[in-house]
Structure formats: structure tokens, C-alpha cells
């Protein structure tokens, strides 16, 4: 079980002894997020938290409706890196921006030209969230993030992804920021043209679309300023 103090870098090292031990190995699924709040008598929502730093360093891999796998058994190594991408790096929003601006577009244009009718119903359950729950901060911004993730994941480049899953994860209060600033008219009108051009294949559509996205975050953020 684990205690109440630190209790991120707790699950954490659970899920290092586990790795480390052989007892997860590199291609089979871990345990459920559910199974994992019972056996640890945390909350699901902290369980997630430490999932998705592994994911950020590319040790997890989670695949919507399939479950969190191992991808990389170097965990000591992924995690202790000083390359990593940090909360210092991420602070300058507009930079933040910048840089999904330039990896999201084509992680968009790639995604369009891969997609899956898996990749289509999870974009539009995310947005169908983001619809209903207008004035709710908290899960219209976890549901704008999955569908960004999601297109990250749909490149099928790791690369990209796990570069673009710690920016995201280093960033979630800069979401709430943006979504502060923007409302929510805007995610919804652009997250719509984005999803229609993906559904139709129409990959330069999409990335175009993506691009328009982001520069007008970045466009209203220079104006707030």
C-alpha cells in the first residue's frame, strides 16, 4: 500500500521494481488503472498521473481500449535522463505553442494518412466530451488533451510521440490557462474541421487545420499579453 505523502514517486517506484524485477516485461500489458488503485489504495487519478510520466519518457504505451504496455525495460536510464524535457522548459507558453505548432501539424498530416475507424471513434468520443461538457473546465480540458493525444499516437512515429506526451503532460495547467483565456467555442470549432478532414483522408487539410489551431492560440495569447 501506499502512504499519503509523495505519493506520485511512490507509484512510481512500484512500477520501476516491477520492470526492473522481469516481473512486467517489454511488449506485455501491465496491470489496469483500476486493478493498480486496488492493489495500491490510491486514487485512479494518481495512478494516471505516474502512467503518463512513463509514457512521457517512452518506458509506457498506452493504446486507447487496449490497455498501458511496456516499451522500454530502461527505466533508471528514461527517467534520469537530464535531457528530459521539464516543467522549467515548459513554462513559456507562447514557446510551448511554437513548438506543437511545427510537431503537431505534421503529426496531424500523418495521422490523417494512417487513420484507423479506431483512431476515428476516439477522436470523436473526445470530442463529443468536449461538446457536452462546456463551462466544466476540468473535463473539457482532459478531453481536448486526449484528442491531441491521440493524433500524436495515430503518426505511429515514437519519436514524435513521446516528445509531444511529456510536453503535454508538463503543460496540463497551461491548458487550463489557455482554456481560461479562449473559452471554449474555439477548441470546439477547430477540433471539428480537424476531425472532418482526418475522417476524409484529406491529410493536408488536416495539417493545415492544425497549424490554423495553434497559431491562433499563439495569435490571441500575444494579444493578452
Excluded at 24 to 50: D, F
Excluded at 61 to 79: P, R, W, Y
Aim: contains cysteine; glycine residues 6%.
Amino acid at each position: 500500500m501506499i502512504s499519503h505523502s509523495n505519493v506520485t514517486e511512490q507509484i512510481l517506484q512500484y512500477f520501476k521494481d516491477n520492470i526492473n524485477s522481469g516481473n512486467w516485461k517489454v511488449g506485455e500489458k501491465i496491470p489496469s488503472e483500476n486493478q493498480l488503485t486496488e492493489i495500491l489504495g490510491v486514487s485512479r487519478a494518481s495512478i494516471r498521473t505516474a502512467i503518463q510520466h512513463l509514457v512521457g519518457v517512452g518506458v509506457l504505451e498506452s493504446h486507447h481500449g487496449k490497455g498501458t504496455f511496456l516499451l522500454d525495460a530502461q527505466v533508471d536510464e528514461n527517467t534520469g535522463s537530464g535531457n528530459k524535457i521539464t516543467s522549467e522548459d515548459c513554462r513559456d507558453i507562447e514557446k510551448v505553442l511554437e513548438f506543437r505548432r511545427i510537431v503537431e501539424s505534421e503529426a496531424c498530416f500523418m495521422a490523417a494518412n494512417k487513420r484507423t475507424p479506431e483512431l476515428l471513434q476516439e477522436l470523436q468520443e473526445d470530442l463529443d466530451e468536449m461538446a457536452a461538457n462546456q463551462g466544466k473546465r476540468e473535463v473539457f480540458v482532459t478531453a481536448d488533451i486526449k484528442f491531441h493525444e491521440a493524433i500524436c499516437r495515430a503518426a505511429q512515429n515514437p519519436i514524435l510521440t513521446k516528445s509531444l506526451l511529456k510536453v503535454f503532460e508538463e503543460t496540463r495547467r497551461n491548458h487550463n490557462q489557455l482554456n481560461e483565456l479562449f473559452g471554449y467555442r474555439d477548441g470546439i470549432y477547430y477540433h471539428t474541421l480537424i476531425l472532418s478532414a482526418i475522417k476524409a483522408g484529406d491529410a493536408e487539410r488536416a495539417r493545415e487545420m492544425m497549424f490554423e489551431h495553434l497559431q491562433n492560440a499563439i495569435n490571441k495569447l500575444e494579444i493578452e499579453q
